[in-house]
């Protein structure tokens, strides 16, 4: 039978609707449950492989726990809010600045915005339900939902309640096109390389004719320059240049040189000796003016902890090399001297907070400089870049201008480049909370391990959280504000602000900006109070999940309290500072505790070249394009296999395919069972152990279960898929059915469906449709209705599993004897002698008849080692021992291979296994020692040979002319003499009820050397 997935999946699917099998698996019931909670995607991405590859993973989770007994919370969730809908509706509706809104009007705006939220899940849930994904049959949370909303706004008056929300005004990443403020972790995955400018602009010491040489490459932020800063302990030097006298680092002076300008050194200084110093306003505008007497001095630089987002912009990479205490000035690069914006960067803004500086920020929403600026108010930031090159140059304080290539972060939604701006946000106090997260981090299991690390890491470095945006379609901030007397009211729900408000409402009004700008508050001085004007941060509303799906405190109160936390969560590795740490933080501060107990990262996927996937190349591959090209079982299995589910893997829609092999072979399994049985069997049979190869299966299967479950329980999917696959291919297919073939009866089938019956139920949650396919034919329900099997423990005999292993690992050293002398493994060879320590005589005793069928062997013998060399590995032993490698070589070489062990121990030196080369002189190896056959065809093998090549023939052309394997034939042979010699084992192995050496019904003919014979054959009726 070869695998079809739409056959498959067709007839499963169909009996999953008659007989509600999704319905049935995802019924929650509270006792032993199990909180699988999804991770909402944005609802107006496509699916590609990598959110099928997440997808599958919490799939997988979610059937395994329910198998082994849990009731798990399958509900699938959306993200429905924020940005990335504002955009799609921008780019629909024309819209270039944040003012056409307005323009346009807000609530026309908010409806385009809910028709693109709403409906795309649709798209989704059908690829999950196509994937037999469960999550895909179950009514899916949406951010933007009334309910999930207003749990938003108990969530936010939680925050304030506990005086952790306070309104401030920091430097912040910027979108002038989005016109709102984004967060590090916002920042930190979308850099691109782009053009800047590099200007080294002359900045004149007050009553001297002296300049202070500094680098930028934003000199749209000189307008709000206060102050310089220089490294108290680096040496500074004085210079002439161009006949004017220009001060820099000493350790700089390379820079000169690389402009190939001459200069003379007049005095050399350490970086103290500026402090304080004055220098005169770089530009002539009314800001600098009234700057005076409170900035344009020498500061020396401070200590500071270097943020992931440095408020300089550098390169991603350098920025996080440099993730520690380090001094402001950075004397490696520039020219020693940085000029100081406070409210244009955050490393700035500290400085400036330390000796008291103004920070000023005179740039608006839209990233033009505003009035304060003069010449260049108006001005984008990009304009106001060469505008100012261009005064800094007829002023004569232009040093050198140039342009750079490097590193910066745009925005993440419309790519526009960011700017850094100060602007009033509200904020939750990261610092009262930290080192109880830091606590809780403890109290999670992380998968991989090496996950908590990173995790500590963005805990300790994370800012206060700016949870505002100054945007329209997300969850209204709650905030109202007395327009007179500046008192702040936070509403908590529904029915506090129709208490509360001024205007007639309807309790159950929508949460919309559109809304509730509209509905004002009675302050206590009689004033009016207003809604403060932004929504909150998306990574809020999907940090407020566990509780936010159910609609808690409002509704589900007693469901979520039985619920909560959350056993498991499972998702992309960026989520690590995104929705992981956002989850975190709410659960902290609103229950107190982690809000999980269980936290897995998926890695990458990219594609087959191991190139990252992106539109703008056009190598993303959809996850409807996957599966339909594969299917289900096959897109599911090669994605759970490929590699670790944390590692990067890369997708290979060629590679998938090869894997098809393997569930063919499984299919082939099933019809093996199907064309030898007499009458249905159904799972569940008895059956006997008759020999070591019965004992073996049924040993290896049960210790495989153990292990299996094993792998799953920690994340090891891969491990668990190969390890299933290798067993059906290797063990069960190929050498099981091998050595049984000829001996098949009724309790043998029975035990072939004992063992399928364990190898379906283990691999249900990684092949949802083929494993119930199978399922069905031995059982009258679904294998997802079903438990996952228990271990027989005394059906296990690890020795016996040891020893088949040892038997397999010999077969397979005469098997590439035989390809190296190139004799097929077709025909039988009359001898192998296998030669090992003498310990193993009795080893190999024990399993020679499974050699012998394993390796096509008429004969097998056991001799003591001799003809080995044991020589030293030098690729490993040389970067082990270095100066010692010669001692430890020679000392290899006078090894005897039963001196080899997995670790072992000559003189003081630790040796293991692969230190070590062992070499035979003769034949092939194998780990205890190594074989040699014997090749001579002596007259009895010729004709055995020729046997089998009629037997094949034979087989071959029954199963051409449609033969069920159990139908009985009459066989006509050419009456030649040496046919009859093997009349009875012909009869046996072909089915034949009688031979007649007359040929009738001619079919075919063999020949092997000079022996040759004619066959015919008819059914017969005779049993
Ligand atoms: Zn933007
Ligand atoms: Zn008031």
């Not at 902890?305 to 490696?332: F, M, Q, T």
Request: include cysteine; aromatic fraction near 10%; hydrophobic fraction near 35%.
């Amino acid at each position: 039978m070869l695998y079809n997935h739409k056959e498959i999946e067709e007839a499963v699917s169909r009996d999953w609707e008659k007989e509600k099998i999704p319905e049935k698996v995802t019924e929650f019931k509270k006792e032993n449950k199990f909180y699988l909670l999804d991770g909402p995607p944005y609802v107006n991405d496509k699916p590609h492989v990598g959110h099928v590859r997440t997808a599958t993973s919490k799939d997988i989770w979610g059937k395994f726990k329910k198998m082994q007994g849990f009731n798990v919370w399958f509900q699938p969730g959306f993200d429905c809010g924020g940005l990335p809908i504002e955009n799609k509706v921008e780019k629909k509706l024309n819209i270039r600045e944040k003012s056409d809104i307005l323009k346009i009007g807000i609530e026309k705006f908010i409806e385009e915005c809910n028709k693109f939220a709403v409906g795309n899940e649709k798209a989704w849930l059908s690829l999950y339900k196509k994937l037999g994904i469960w999550r895909a049959y179950l009514k899916p949370y949406l951010t933007s939902d009334n309910y999930y909303k207003e749990s938003g706004w108990w969530a936010i008056k939680k925050f304030y309640e506990k005086n952790l929300l306070v309104k401030g005004e920091k430097p912040n990443f910027w979108c002038p096109k989005c016109e709102t403020v984004l967060s590090g972790y916002e920042v930190t995955d979308a850099y691109r390389d782009i053009a800047s400018p590099s200007v080294f602009v002359k900045f004149k010491i007050k009553d001297r004719d002296e300049f202070l040489l500094v680098w930028t490459t934003t000199p749209w932020t000189l307008p709000a320059n206060v102050a310089l800063c220089v490294h108290p302990d680096e040496k500074y030097v004085k210079v002439e240049v161009d006949g004017e006298k220009i001060i820099l680092a000493k350790k700089r002076l390379e820079l000169l040189e690389e402009l190939n300008k001459k200069y003379r050194i007049i005095e050399e200084f350490e970086g103290k000796k500026l402090e304080g110093l004055q220098y005169e306003p770089l530009l002539d505008i009314p800001l600098q003016r009234e700057l005076k007497g409170k900035a344009h001095k020498v500061v020396m630089s401070i200590k500071i902890i270097k943020k992931r987002v440095a408020g300089k912009i550098k390169a991603k990479k350098k920025v996080e090399e440099e993730e520690e205490a380090g001094h402001l000035v950075d004397i490696s690069s520039g020219t020693g001297i940085i000029h100081i914006a406070p409210g244009h960067g955050l490393e700035d803004f500290k400085l400036g907070e330390f000796y008291n500086l103004p920070s000023p920020s005179p740039v608006d929403e839209n990233g033009k400089l505003d009035e304060s600026t003069g010449i260049f108010h108006g001005k984008k930031v990009e304009e106001a870049n060469n505008e100012i090159i261009n005064y800094l140059r007829e002023k004569n304080l232009l040093f050198y201008s140039t342009t750079i290539i490097h590193s910066y972060p745009l925005c993440w939604r419309c790519k526009t480049p960011l700017i850094y701006r100060k602007s009033s946000q509200w904020f939750l106090k990261l610092e009262p909370i930290r080192d109880k997260i830091l606590k809780e981090i403890e109290a999670v299991r992380w998968l991989p391990e090496h996950i908590k690390e990173q995790f500590i890491e963005v805990v300790k470095n994370a800012p206060d959280w700016a949870i505002t945006r100054q945007r329209f379609w997300g969850i209204p901030l709650p905030i109202w504000k007395c327009e007179k007397c500046g008192k702040i009211k936070v509403i908590g729900s529904r029915k506090e602000l129709k208490e509360n408000s001024i205007e007639e409402i309807d309790e159950n009004f929508d949460i919309l900006t559109s809304v509730v700008d509209k509905i004002h508050l009675k302050c206590e001085c009689n004033g009016i109070m207003s809604r403060e004007k932004a929504i909150l941060d998306v990574w809020f509303d999907s940090g407020i999940a566990p509780f936010a799906s159910l609609g808690y405190p409002f509704k589900n109160k007693e469901l979520f309290e039985s619920l909560y936390p959350v056993d498991l969560v499972d998702e992309g590795q960026d989520q690590i500072r995104g929705w992981f740490y956002t989850l975190m933080v709410c659960g902290i501060v609103l229950f107190d505790k982690a809000p999980y107990k269980t936290v897995c990262c998926n890695g990458w996927v990219l594609d087959e070249k191991g190139e990252k996937m992106s539109k703008s190349v056009g190598n993303v591959v959809r996850g409807e394009d996957a599966y339909r090209e594969l299917g289900a079982d096959l897109l599911r299995l090669y994605i759970t296999q490929f590699n670790a589910p944390w590692e990067t893997g890369k997708f290979s829609i060629k590679e998938a395919k090869t894997l098809q092999n393997k569930l063919n072979i499984l299919l082939n399994l099933v019809s093996f069972v199907e064309s030898y049985s007499k009458e249905k069997y159904k799972f569940g049979s008895e059956f006997e152990i008759k020999d070591i190869c019965d004992k073996w299966l049924v040993s290896r299967i049960n210790s495989l279960i153990d292990e299996v479950a094993d792998d799953y329980e920690n994340f090891r999917f891969h491990y668990a898929a190969r390890k299933i696959l290798d067993f059906i291919v290797n063990e069960f297919s190929r050498i099981y059915i091998k050595l049984i073939r000829d001996e098949i009866d009724e309790s043998r089938l029975k035990l072939m469906l004992y063992v399928l019956e364990r190898i379906i139920k283990m691999l249900a949650p990684i092949a949802p449709f083929i494993t119930d396919f199978i399922y069905r034919k031995f059982s009258d329900s679904s294998v997802h209705l079903s438990s996952w099997p228990k271990v027989e423990r005394d059906k296990i005999d690890k020795n016996l599993e040891d020893r088949v292993k040892l038997a397999r690992e010999i077969a397979n050293a005469i098997n590439s004897e035989r390809q190296r002398c190139g004799v097929k493994l077709r025909f039988p060879i009359k001898k192998a002698v296998v030669y090992g320590l003498r310990d193993m005589e009795k080893k190999v005793e024990e399993v020679r008849e499974i050699i012998k069928i394993l390796s096509n062997l008429i004969d097998i013998e056991f001799r003591e080692s001799k003809d080995i060399a044991v020589k030293p590995n030098f690729a490993r032993i040389g970067k082990k021992y270095r100066q010692r490698a010669q001692e430890v070589a020679n000392l290899i070489s006078k090894l005897k291979l039963e001196d080899i062990k997995d670790k072992f121990k000559i003189g003081d030196f630790e040796l293991e296994r692969e230190d070590v080369i062992i070499k035979c002189v003769k034949g092939s190896l194998f780990s205890g020692g190594y074989v040699v056959l014997d090749l001579e065809e002596d007259e009895k093998l010729k004709k055995e040979r020729f046997l089998r090549e009629l037997i094949r023939e034979i087989q071959k052309t029954r199963k051409e002319e449609g033969l069920k394997v159990l139908d009985n034939i009459i066989l006509f042979l050419e009456n030649k003499e040496f046919a009859r010699e093997f009349e009875e084992r012909l009869k046996k192995e072909v089915r034949a009820s009688k031979i007649v050496y007359e040929l009738k019904n001619e079919k075919g003919a063999v020949s092997y050397k000079e022996l040759s014979l004619k066959f015919g054959f008819e059914r017969s009726e005779q049993i």
